[in-house]
């Protein structure tokens, strides 16, 4: 079996590198030259426990190569980003669609094409129609003795950090435009999945990766608007989440500065943008998260108001803990607007699991990039934004003396 997997981001390589361990024989297609280069020479592009020794042993095995091209293949996995389009939070298909416009001229029939880019419902038909007006000489289901080329939608279910172990063990929800498109995906996904593999159609897969990120993005709004509240009212919500679950049917998720990924802090919008008007709760957890930087924010300039050039320690920028993953952090925008609005102050960054700010911050003359010790040894205040293991171990003796704003609760 010779599988391309188009997009070798934190979801494709993954992918790649798993089906090509199972035996199959993997071309990762990327438009970066970067991660094609690196996957090559047997690297990684990022950060991912657990990846780098699959990916180098499948390239030494001949088993893994990547290129910028597509290539002909039986099976296609379209692992592409799907960001926003505009400010109205709607999903941005183009990547889709680019990655089906160099699909189709490889085709000649009985390929499978799956979809594992979380998308809105109806984005895998969308998928289908950009092949097949490319190739008006195939169709999805025979009509007109043409040939058939199968189409379903797999979403990944994993958690940045253990993707390795969870790409394997956990269930996986699968979604064809035909019955025949999920049995043929199925097929593919029991090289390497242990976990049980789930037959519905597409447009109810695309909808499942939506409601289990808009029910977790609900639960963390409950704990991030309990935390503006115990604020106000002079009570400690770690302590109060603490006691109240205790109780046998209550599980309250911890406060943070927001939600982040390209999971969470994304996809319930997608549901919104389709059904503006009856997405009422979605919608209100969503603008519960998205205030709370704002709000960590007004906490730091509360702090530092009457020091004329502040220096703001800023522990963490991944959008969770032991990761490099900034995609959608809060902690990055918190970053940046505290060093918009303190233009003769100095914000020190650190990020234990990065070598470079990113573009959003390195344009700011007054963020850089440093180490913990000399960021907390050179600041007024220490604003703890993720619980990277370096922060939770830190020598509290440090901040003797130091003003600080944990929105993790873990210097209680």
């Not at 391309?4 to 438009?31: F, M, N, Q």
């Not at 990766?209 to 608007?225: H, P, T, Y």
Request: hydrophobic share 45%; charged share 20%.
């Amino acid at each position: 079996m010779k599988i391309a997997v188009i997009g070798l981001g934190y979801i494709g390589l993954p992918t790649a590198a798993v089906l090509a361990r199972a035996g199959a024989e993997v071309v990762g297609v990327d438009v970066s030259e970067r991660h094609v280069a690196a996957v090559n020479r047997g690297e990684l592009p990022f950060v991912e426990a657990g990846l780098g020794e699959v990916v180098a042993d499948a390239v030494r095995g001949g088993r893994l190569r990547a290129q910028q091209q597509t290539p002909p293949a039986s099976v296609y996995i379209v692992a592409v980003p799907t960001p926003f389009k505009g400010a109205g939070h709607q999903a941005d298909p183009s990547f889709i669609e680019a990655a089906a416009r160099s699909i189709a001229p490889q085709l000649n029939g009985d390929e499978l094409v799956v979809l594992e880019s979380t998308s809105p419902p109806g984005t895998t038909e969308r998928m289908a129609q950009v092949v097949l007006e490319e190739r008006p000489d195939l169709s999805v289901d025979g009509s007109g003795g043409r040939p058939v080329v199968h189409f379903a939608h797999c979403p990944e279910r994993v958690l940045p950090g253990q993707i390795m172990v969870e790409i394997v063990s956990n269930d996986r929800i699968i979604g064809g435009l035909t019955p025949r498109a999920s049995e043929l995906a199925r097929e593919v996904y029991a090289l390497f999945c242990e976990g049980e593999l789930v037959l519905t159609d597409a447009r109810t897969a695309e909808m499942t990766k939506l409601v289990e990120n808009s029910f977790r993005d609900v639960n963390i709004a409950f704990a991030n608007e309990l935390s503006i509240l115990c604020e106000r009212l002079g009570i400690d919500v770690w302590e109060l989440i603490g006691l109240a679950n205790r109780h046998p049917r209550v599980n309250i998720l911890q406060p943070g500065p927001g939600v982040g990924g390209h999971c969470i802090a994304v996809d319930p919008w997608f549901i919104v943008s389709a059904l503006p008007q009856e997405a009422r709760l979605i919608r209100a957890a969503r603008e519960v998260n998205d205030s709370k930087p704002e709000h960590v924010l007004s906490a730091v300039l509360d702090t530092v108001a009457g020091t004329e050039e502040p220096v703001v320690a800023c522990l963490g920028l991944a959008f969770k803990a032991d990761i490099d993953d900034l995609r959608e952090s809060p902690a990055v925008g918190i970053t940046k607007r505290l060093a918009q609005a303190l233009p003769q102050g100095q914000i020190l960054a650190v990020e234990p699991n990065v070598e470079e700010l990113p573009a959003a911050l390195a344009e700011l003359p007054n963020v850089r990039l440093d180490s913990v010790m000399g960021a907390i040894a050179a600041a007024d205040v220490v604003v703890l934004l993720v619980d990277h293991k370096e922060f939770k171990n830190l020598d509290r003796s440090l901040l003797e003396g130091k003003q600080t704003v944990d929105t993790r609760g873990i210097w209680r």
